[in-house]
């Protein structure tokens, strides 16, 4: 199922709406910043998922958002010499 955003939609609201989670979004979409969706995007609505896959999507996002952090990136590059 798809889903075009609309002014004043928010990913939150999206999720509740279809009973999903945020992290559930930004993995099937993509989603670079949470924070920002704009009006007219398409948004694939992931399928339910039970809530450990939930949590596991939720720090795999978090994970690689680490990973792209310039800090990290330094303390990477310090560490394999």
């Given amino acids: 199922m798809n889903y075009t955003v609309k ?4 990913l939150f609201a999206i ?4 009973d999903t989670t945020v992290e559930a979004l930004v ?3 993509a989603i670079k910043n949470k ?3 704009y ?8 399928e339910k998922v039970d809530k450990a896959t939930a949590v596991h999507n939720a ?3 978090c994970l690689d958002a680490i990973e792209d952090l310039p800090e990290y990136k330094k303390l990477e590059a310090l560490l394999n010499g």
Avoid: E, F, H, S
């Avoid at 002014?7 to 928010?10: A, E, L, N, R, S």
């Fill in 27 to 29: 993995a099937t979409n």
């Fill in 59 to 61: 720090l795999v996002a």
């Fill in 39 to 46: 009006p007219g995007q398409v948004l694939k609505i992931p």
């Fill in 7 to 10: 002014k004043g939609d928010t």
């Fill in 15 to 18: 999720a509740r709406k279809y």
């Fill in 35 to 37: 924070n920002y969706i």
